[in-house]
């Protein structure tokens, strides 16, 4: 079965390292991936080494954070009419069966599945409005119309889904995303279990630079923390706005607390960071379904989150991790693991063994694949 995935961004970012295990799993079975991307990156560097067949062609969004004028509006229907078109010839030329679009953010996967007379699945990875301040440029009912009509929906949290459909209906699914292979869980059960711990207790911040992912609160909680007599560091990792980032430091620089807060800026491979650290952090508003919390989970990192999104998905409060809802819940849950680390490691073991079971490559592949079948024997 030959499946196009289109994406709707040419970097690494959580959801496009998510799409890359899916497209990994799903090679146990009788799937051959094509993929349309926006643009040349780190994306289509990782599919040219895997030697899978890429084309980079224009996916417009049909969601803004801006309210755009009339005329805007006329411009953005055209632009994706026209990638469309450009997706539907290429749908005929690689002769592909399916079409499976990574994100909710553009519909263009869906009118050229349609075009074509193909069946299409939406695999929905974030909120928009909460999470990116996103919201459908044209009227809403009829976006949801759209993305309703395609014979599969999966929501990879049930906050999700739960947000975009307020009651189940048929061709809605919920498959939570699978962050590693039972091979590797194990090699990185053995690799946190063999890597010396080291002084002070480290927390890991890896998201993108972003007021809503909530490293100024992290900071803040961090000196709460050493004001109590409390050696820790944090690292913050990950790249964004500039002039958010430039706040960060300066924070920093102007309390002097450069020799406990680092920004290693953007990484390729975060797992040196991960075993460098004994707790990962998760402090965004709204946070769909946290990749970072699923990596760090499978290196038997506890996590602390907060208590929204989907992240009580992936926490189990007290076992796995901590969830917080207000600041000095942060602080106290940072407290208590950076005082007891035998508590910290025997989260971090129980985080590895729930993700172990709920979060393989080869669990999400498996249950995608029903999906894809359940499609492909009605089409």
């Known amino acids: 079965m030959r499946i196009l995935f289109l994406a709707q961004y040419h970097e690494e970012y959580g959801s496009i390292r998510s799409l890359l295990d899916l497209t990994a799993g799903l090679r146990s079975y009788d799937i051959s991936p094509f993929f349309v991307i926006p643009a040349e990156g780190g994306f289509s560097a990782m599919l040219a080494a895997q030697g899978f067949p890429f084309k980079i062609l224009s996916v417009p969004w049909w969601m803004s954070a801006k309210d755009l004028s009339p005329k805007s509006k006329l411009r953005a229907a055209r632009e994706i009419r026209s990638a469309a078109r450009e997706i539907e010839a ?95 869980f194990d090699e990185r059960l053995s690799k946190r279990q063999s890597t010396p711990t080291s002084e002070p207790y480290t927390f890991l911040m890896l998201s993108a630079i972003t007021p809503k992912k909530g490293q100024e609160q992290a900071i803040r909680a961090l000196a709460s923390l050493r004001g109590q007599g409390i050696p820790a560091r944090l690292i913050l990792a990950g790249s964004g706005r500039q002039d958010y980032l430039s706040q960060l430091q300066a924070l920093v620089a102007e309390q002097g607390w450069q020799d406990w807060v680092s920004f290693p800026g953007f990484v390729t491979d975060p797992f040196p960071l991960y075993y460098q650290a004994d707790c990962a952090l998760v402090c965004s508003e709204y946070e769909a379904f946290s990749r970072v919390a699923l990596e760090a989970m499978s290196t038997a990192l506890p996590v602390i989150g907060r208590n929204s999104g989907g992240t009580p998905e992936i926490i189990v409060d007290g076992e796995t991790g901590l969830l917080y809802n207000t600041f000095d819940e942060l602080v106290e849950a940072m407290r208590r693991l950076a005082q007891d680390w035998s508590l910290s490691r025997k989260m971090g073991l129980a985080g590895w063994e729930r993700a172990r079971e709920l979060f393989s490559i080869e669990q999400c592949a498996a249950s995608v694949y029903q999906v894809i079948q359940s499609v492909m024997s009605k089409a």
């Open 90 to 184: 290429q749908i005929r030329a690689w002769k592909i069966d399916l079409v499976y679009t990574n994100s909710s953010v553009t519909p263009v996967g869906r009118l050229a599945a349609k075009r074509a007379g193909l069946p299409h699945i939406w695999h929905i990875r974030e909120y928009g409005d909460l999470d990116f301040n996103l919201r459908f440029i044209f009227p809403s009912w009829l976006s949801q119309r759209i993305i309703s009509g395609s014979e599969a929906v999966i929501c990879h949290a049930k906050a999700v889904q739960a947000h975009h459909f307020k009651r189940q209906r048929p061709g809605i699914h919920q498959i939570y995303n699978g962050v590693a292979s039972l091979p590797v």
